[in-house]
């Protein structure tokens, strides 16, 4: 038998764009987050709180009936 929802398991995936983090900001050029930022249809790049947020979501009783799903945290990057 194979584990799952069922089971109380629940398997998700967060995929981040660019994140600027500490390290992210001390080792990336203005240049290459302007291209960075080029690339996304938001208004800002990402920071970690973003990253956190969904998965907190994720880790909620909101969350509890998504399963199984790779989510784009990427500022919509990723969107054709």
């Known amino acids: 038998a194979t584990l799952g929802g069922k089971h109380g398991v629940r398997c998700n ?5 660019v994140v600027l983090t500490k390290a992210a900001r001390k080792n990336t050029t203005e240049e290459f987050r302007k291209v960075a930022l080029a690339s996304v249809r938001s208004p800002r790049l990402g ?29 919509g990057a990723s969107f054709t």
Not at 13 to 17: E, K, N, T
Not at 48 to 74: C, H, K, R, W
């Open 47 to 75: 920071v970690p709180e973003d990253i956190a947020a969904m998965i907190a979501f994720l880790f909620s009783d909101d969350g509890a009936y998504v399963n199984g799903q790779t989510i784009l945290v990427d500022g």
């Open 13 to 17: 995936l967060v995929a981040p764009g």
